[in-house]
Structure formats: C-alpha cells, structure tokens
C-alpha cells in the first residue's frame, strides 16, 4: 500500500475505533462532537463527531493489503500483506496479554516472492488466514496459513495436503508451511470465506471465479468471468455474492453459479471498491476511481407464496459524502448507513446515508411512509372535517348508498348524495324530467322531439326560432290592469316542463309546483313563481301562509304586504321605494319580485341576472317574458357562462351533448367527481357522446377508483348499469372452457350461434338437476376432465358440498339457482393445472392449503394475491 491511495477498515468489535492505512498504520478513536471548539489533536469528521489519533504503526513497509482479527481477543491484530509476498501480524499497541505478544512480529513466508492481494479471516475458525499472491509458474497462488505456532492437524485431512509448520526453528516467528494450497500455476486477486461453510472459500482467480473446498481440494467449482475483482458476500443472504471489472459490478447466486444473476450499469470509470452495508438487506456501495461520489444499489426480492424469488428490482442513487475524491470508504459495523470515507490526503469524513423515503396515499386518503426501519403516518388536526370535505371521501359514502343507479325515480339520486348540493339537485331533476318527457313521447309515439329533450334547452329554444305567439296578461290581483308580453310555444312549453314549471301535457297549470314548493317550506321561490306566472293574489297568500307557520319568517307579511300595494304607474313613491330597498333584501327571489314589478315591459335584466336564483328558474322566466331574439342572446350566454363555472345546473341548457362534456369537464376540473361525470352522461346515452374520450376516460377512472376501493360489488353493478344504458359497452365473451384435444369451446361449438347466445345452461351446468348434462366434448367426443374431489367428469351438475346424497343435491340446487350455478363452474390451477368443481375446490380450500391431487404440494389458493381479500363493502356493512 506504499504509495497508493489509502484505505479504512473499522474495528469488529469496538464501534468507535478505525484504522487507516496507506505507508503506516494509523488508529483512530471517534467521539461525539459536544461543542463546537476542537479538542488539541482532534479532527472533525462532522457536525456531530469527531477522530482522536491513537497510535500509529510503522513497523511493516510495503504494505498491499490489510485484514484486521475478526475476534474480540486479541485485541487489534492485523495481518498485513506485503509487496514480497510476506503476512506479517502486528498490532496498534493497545493489547500486552501473552497470546498477543505470542502472535505479534509473526511472518508467513511462501516459497517464491511476489505480491500479496488479497487477505481474509476464516469468521468461524479464527487461526485460519487466507492470502491471495500473484501467480508463479511453479507454486500456488492461495495459500491459507494457521496464526498458531502450535497446532495439530486434522487426523481426516490428508497427509498431502498439510504441511508442519517449521517456526520450531525459528521460534515460532517464521512459517514457511501452509496449512493449506490452492490455485496453482494462477493469480489471486482477491478472497472471501463463505459464512454458510468454515471450509468453503471463494476465490476471485485470473480468469475465473473458484469456489474451494478444503475437505476436498483436488476439486472446485469455478465459472470463467473478467470479474473478479472485490468479491464479497452479502450478509443478509450468503448466497449473493458481489464482484466487479473495470466499471462493472456483477452478482452472483452461489445457487446458480454458471452466469451472474444481475450485472449492473457500467461506469465510465474502474472501479476501486465494493461493499454490502452490514446493517441493511441488499445495499450495494460502489467507488469508481477519481470520484466524490459513492453509488447505492438497492436490491430488494418480492419471494411469492411458493418460495420462488423473482427477479430483484434495482433501485440506484448516489451519495456525495464531501467535496473532494474519495480513496475508500468502510460501513459501520453497527450504525445504521453509517460510513467513514478518506480522501488521497488522509481527510475524513462521517456520513450516514438517508434512506428514501417510500411513500404510500392509500386509496382511503391515508398517508404513510416508510423511513429505514419505521413506519410514520399522517395525521392532522380536524381530521374529521378535512376529510368529509374531500372529494374521494364523499364518493365512496355514495356509492355505498348505491348514488346513481336509482334509475326509476331518477331524481331521488340527488337524496342518495346525500341532498347537500343544490349543484346536484338540479342535476338529476333536469335528468328526471328529460327521462320524463321522453318515456311521455314513446308512449305516444307522435312527434320527433324525444331526442331534442337530451340536447338541452338552448338547442330547442333554437329550433322554436319563428313559432312563437304573442299573448297580452295582466297581473291578476291588482286593482290597476298593466298589460305584461308573453311568449308561448310548443317548444317553450317542453323548457317549461325540463324547468320542472309545469307537468307533461299542454296544460301550463303550474300550481301542482307551486303546491310541492310549499311542503318543502321554499315560501320566497313559490311566491316568485306565482308572481312570474302573474298571480299577485297567489304570492302574497304564499307569502302570508309562509309567515304564519311554525319555520317561516314573520317579515314574510311585511313583504306581502308590499306586493299588496303594486301600482303600475312609473312615478309613483311605491315603485321609487321598491326599486330603492329591494338590493337590501337577502333573500334573491324577493329581490327578483320587486325587480319584476319595477322592471319596463321586455327589460327584466333585474330578475335574469339574479345569480343568486336557481338557473331553471331564470331560464323559466326567459321563456315566458323573453321574445326569439332576447331569449336566443341570454340562453347563449349563460349556457357560456355555465361552461366556464363548470355548473351543474347548465346542464338543463346544454343537455347531453359536446356543449354538456365541455361543461362536465370543467365541473371535473374543479370538483375531480367522475362519479357524477359518469352517471350523468350514461343517463342520456346518446352513442356521439359516449364515444367521446373525455367521458370513456371519467368512466374507466371511476371503475379503477372502485375497484382500488375495494367495492367489487359496486363496480360490478356499474357495469350491469352501464350496459343497460349502453349496450355498446358490453364486452364479448372473453374467456371460455376450450377442450385438451381438439381446442375447440365447450359450450359454443355446437351451435354457431354467438358467444352471447348460449351458455353453459344448454349443458346442464345451470343448476336444474333435469337438465341433460355433458361430460364430453361436444366437438370431439373426448372425456371432460374429472373433478379432483368428486371424481365425476366436469360438466355434470353437483351439490355446494362433495358427498352429499342426490336428495340433498336437489335441495341445495333449488334453494339458490346462482350460487348452484357457480359452485358448478370449471376452476383450476394454473400452476399445476389441477381442479374441479367450483364449489368443491371453495369448500377443500377453507380447510387445506396444498392441492386436493395426492403427491401434489402445490399451494393453489396463495398463489392468487387477491384471493384471501375481503371487498370492502362488506366489511363496512
């Protein structure tokens, strides 16, 4: 090592001592750092600790390699290799008990002189020392030598293969003799003993990787490789094994020892060094020469249920420990990612290496991660209210109460919601009301505006353009008659209806309304309807009726007593005193009250642009009040103005249509709720709409988003769903029992009717013990497999329970015709291809964990990772 970069190695035993060595031997004892200042002698090696130089060691020149006694006693002996070939035992002084100063100045000398690369302790048998020696034509290259001056060879080993040590003659100073020789006529570069085995002993040779087993030396196992240099074991898993050339690092499994299972990415660079960390499983630290940066390897191995590992995943990184190049580094032997590097000028520094952090959001909104050997989770204060507020947290509380799929009633969804957002109370009865209207026109059969309903009002306000009357009202209840425009339509009349105004038919009564605004305790927004339809008297009795009962408010009397005193001439002190203090009402429908009555005949921008009233409600009044082009101008700003807000509520102007997406698409974008997304647009079920990407992409994220969630049930019943609205939508069949000779389907190839038209019921599988069966191959004629439990040949209807009399099978079949069905499905592994009936593999299942087939030990069930899952609904329920 005399003239080459430094190296580092740490003490085994003692945690707070390392020695450097380069031309001398240098140890060093590390302390935490308690203030700021340096002690006299000291050396920072971080914020946290610093080095105190103990003693130094001079005595052994030319120094190659170093290998420190794995065993507490003695205490800091080191064999140092030499540039002559020589082993040296020297220690750092801090040991004078009789069995060090028996071993200390101790020289192992081999028969020819060349360099020595490579030494290692034997971890078991602590008097065996390893060296690995260039190569000599005319001896071996590694040679394992016994410290002990005295010792007695195995009776077992062979004469041949030991030699007597011949330090008797020179006091025990000089051993010329081997305990053991190995590798002849080849170079040693370097060696690692294998922990499994105290006689195994892994060689890094010129062109190869040997494995030497001293029981039996004549033989080894070896794989020819360039890398071959640094080989060490992993010491999580003894099997791995880590070696490198120039810039490539390979690993080996002892296990399967022809190629390396995994050669990571070559560096630019050789590299100088390899290690595994002794405190963590699978952490690779490389050094390329030249370098401050140290690379991690990460391996970790996903073992599957039948003991097999997969192969490893690989994560790098890299780490800066300080500014300079770095010679070498050395782990703590017990800190966790602790390591100590040295620069070429003998700088050190004490780094630990953070571990990434893995980070977890479950599909539930709980957040955790995992930090080297902890495991953290978040919480927050208010935790409750954070999370009620959350989009995610409310879809799952409505799909457990099955939100969306009321397809009768389709206006009761918004009550399954939970009836908190007035967005999607408008919502579904704007959808109520186009289901309505259509379900009205198939039964009557006439007309062509069934498709017109989906594509909101604004398209049917377009197609009204020219057939509209003119009608002349005045304000009934009034003393003094005003003669107020109105404008009427059949089309007019349908936005009425999609409005929720009036009922279906011509009759424009909107009374039945008004009726069901007064049960839901809406006095103000009844009132206003009534007096938008010009009915003062019913307005003010409304209001006087909401003021009198037990939730209304008693200013209600105060306003109605307002409305009573209406005068239609313009310079009146009523009309200059509403249009004063209607803006300091609260509530907006009586603001739009007074502004209706103040307002000019045709100018009513008081009540359109009321935002705080329903849409359905401005768009109600535009209809009646509004001519062709006014109406035309405010239904096409608004339904931009909705578009941009991404309400719900626009969806009753633009319907089920591109405008519809557009505006879904921004509520999305606000709101993330792609569970309304996907149940509004299918309700419609216009195919041009459905192709869309946009809502293809909302529906398959809320199916993921259930099945993430765990509510398999819940997915499968929006599939059946969505298959009834959209019957394009429904996947052929995808999957059938096909037969081991001739291939062909079991159930389809005698009919050349399609998939969907025939199953399994036509061969006797449906559940009816009448029904004919099939045990064989309708296209060949071959046996059907038999089942592994009831020995019968598939096809032919059995009960839930193997051995059950044919009595009880009746009564188990008619008792539930699916489950019956299902338990005579075909199932079977697909490791070991062993199977039968459905219901017979559950049952053997719920008590064994191996294959019903004898001398069969495959685990079946654990192979399916999801199959010991449990759906989250009925653990919720």
């Keep these: 090592m005399s003239g080459s970069k430094p190296d580092i190695l740490w003490a085994p035993h003692h945690v707070d001592r390392f020695v450097v060595c380069d031309s001398e031997l240098s140890l060093y004892h590390i302390d935490s750092a308690v203030s700021s200042e340096l002690k006299a002698g000291s050396l920072r090696l971080s914020e946290e600790t610093t080095a105190t130089l103990l003693s130094i060691n001079s005595d052994t020149p030319y120094m190659k390699c170093v290998a420190w006694y794995p065993k507490y006693d003695p205490e800091c002996l080191l064999a140092v290799g030499q540039a002559n070939g020589r082993v040296v035992l020297t220690s750092l002084g801090q040991d004078h008990n009789s069995k060090s100063k028996d071993l200390i100045g101790k020289e192992f000398v081999p028969k020819h002189a060349r360099q020595c690369n490579t030494l290692a302790w034997n971890p078991l048998d602590s008097n065996w020392l390893a060296a690995g020696l260039d190569k000599h034509r005319a001896d071996f290259s590694v040679l394992i030598w016994d410290i002990s001056s005295k010792y007695a060879p195995e009776t077992a080993v062979a004469t041949e293969k030991v030699r007597l040590s011949a330090g008797d003659a020179e006091a025990g100073l000089v051993v010329t003799k081997p305990l053991y020789e190995l590798g002849q006529n080849d170079a040693c570069l370097s060696l690692c003993w294998l922990p499994r085995d105290q006689k195994l002993l892994l060689a890094g040779m010129h062109r190869n990787l040997a494995i030497f087993d001293l029981r039996n030396t004549s033989q080894k196992i070896f794989v020819n490789t360039k890398a071959v240099q640094g080989v060490t074991v992993d010491p999580y898993f003894h099997d791995r094994v880590a070696s490198f050339y120039e810039g490539q690092v390979a690993i080996w499994d002892l296990r399967k020892f022809e190629k390396p299972v995994l050669t ?68 703590h ?12 000028n003998r700088t050190m520094s ?61 206006w009761r969804n918004h009550l399954l919601a939970g009836n908190e957002d007035p967005q999607l109370k408008s919502l579904w009865y704007t959808l109520h009301f186009m289901k309505q209207y259509t379900e009205d026109m198939d039964q009557k059969l006439t007309g062509n505006k069934g498709p017109l ?53 011509t009759d424009l009564d909107v009374e039945p309304f008004l009726n069901s605004l007064e049960q839901e305790g809406d006095w103000e927004r009844a009132a206003a309807v009534a007096l938008f339809n010009l009915d003062i008297r019913r307005a003010i009795q409304i209001l006087n009726k909401g003021a009198s009962s037990g939730k209304g408010d008693l200013n209600l009397n105060v306003v109605a007593m307002a409305l009573s005193g209406y005068t239609d001439e313009k310079n009146s002190l009523w009309r200059e005193m509403c249009s004063t203090l209607r803006l300091q009402l609260n ?25 705080n009233v329903a849409v359905r409600d ?65 309700q419609g079920s216009p ?19 259930l099945d993430a969630w765990r509510f398999w049930h819940k997915r499968a019943e929006f599939d059946i769903h969505r298959s009834k609205l959209d019957p394009s939508s429904k996947p052929l069949a995808q999957v059938f029992v096909s037969c081991n000779f001739c291939g062909k389907s079991i159930s389809y190839s005698c009919s050349a009717i399609p998939h969907q038209g025939r199953g399994f019921s036509q061969y006797g599988v449906s559940g009816s013990p009448t029904k004919s069966k099939v045990t064989s191959c309708p296209g060949c004629r071959k046996p059907l497999p038999r ?89 919720q329920a």
């Design 587 to 611: 509530n907006p429908y009586l603001c739009a009250m007074f502004a209706f009555l103040t307002s000019e005949s045709g100018s009513y921008d008081g009540v359109l642009y009321e935002n």
């Design 787 to 875: 089942c592994a439990l009831c020995l019968i040949n598939m096809g032919t209807p059995v009960s839930s329970c193997p051995g059950g009399s044919k009595s009880d099978e009746k009564v188990d079949l008619s008792k539930d015709k699916k489950l019956a069905q299902f338990n005579n499905w075909f199932t079977w592994c697909h490791n070991c291809r062993h199977g039968g009936h459905a219901g017979h593999m559950l049952s053997w299942f719920r008590d064994h964990t191996e294959c019903p087939v004898s001398a069969c030990s495959c685990k079946c069930m654990q192979l399916d990772t999801t199959g010991n899952l449990v759906p989250a609904e009925t653990v």
């Design 264 to 331: 990571l990415t070559e560096q630019p660079k050789p590299l100088t060094k390899v290690a595994w960390c002794p405190t963590r499983t699978g952490l690779l630290a490389t050094l390329t020469r030249d370098s401050n940066i140290i690379r991690l390897y990460d391996m970790q191995h996903t073992p599957t249920p039948i003991g097999d590992e997969t192969e490893p995943t690989i994560i790098e990184r890299s780490v800066q420990p300080c500014e300079n190049y770095i010679a070498s580094f050395a782990w």
């Design 618 to 682: 401005r768009v109600a009044f535009a209809c009646k009040f509004l001519n062709d082009a006014q109406l035309n101008r405010f239904i096409e700003k608004l339904t931009n103005e909705m578009k941009e807000a991404g309400n719900l509520e626009g969806i009753l102007l633009t319907g089920l249509t591109k405008d519809g997406v557009d505006l879904m698409e921004s509520y999305v974008d606000r709101t993330g709720d792609v569970q309304t997304a996907s149940y509004c647009m299918l």
């Design 687 to 705: 195919s041009d709409v459905l192709k869309d990407e946009r809502v293809q992409y909302w529906i398959e994220n809320y199916r993921n988003l």
């Design 453 to 505: 309903v989906y594509a909101g009002i604004k398209s049917i306000v377009k197609s009204s353009l020219g057939t509209t009357e003119n009608l002349r009202h005045s304000r009934s209840g009034s003393d003094r008659q005003a003669d107020i425009i109105q404008y009427l339509s059949e089309e007019r009349s349908l936005a009425l209806q999609l409005c929720g105004w009036i009922k279906k038919g």
């Design 350 to 410: 004490d780094f630990t290496v953070f571990e990434r952090i893995s980070l977890a959001w479950s599909p539930v909104t709980s957040l955790m991660w995992a930090c080297g050997r902890h495991l953290y989770e978040c919480t927050e204060e208010g935790k409750a209210s954070s999370l009620e507020k959350d989009i995610a947290t409310k879809m799952r509380l409505r799909a457990l109460s099955r939100y969306g799929l009321d397809t009768e009633q389709v």
């Design 333 to 344: 032997p017990t800190s966790q990612n602790r390591m100590v590097v040295v620069t070429p």
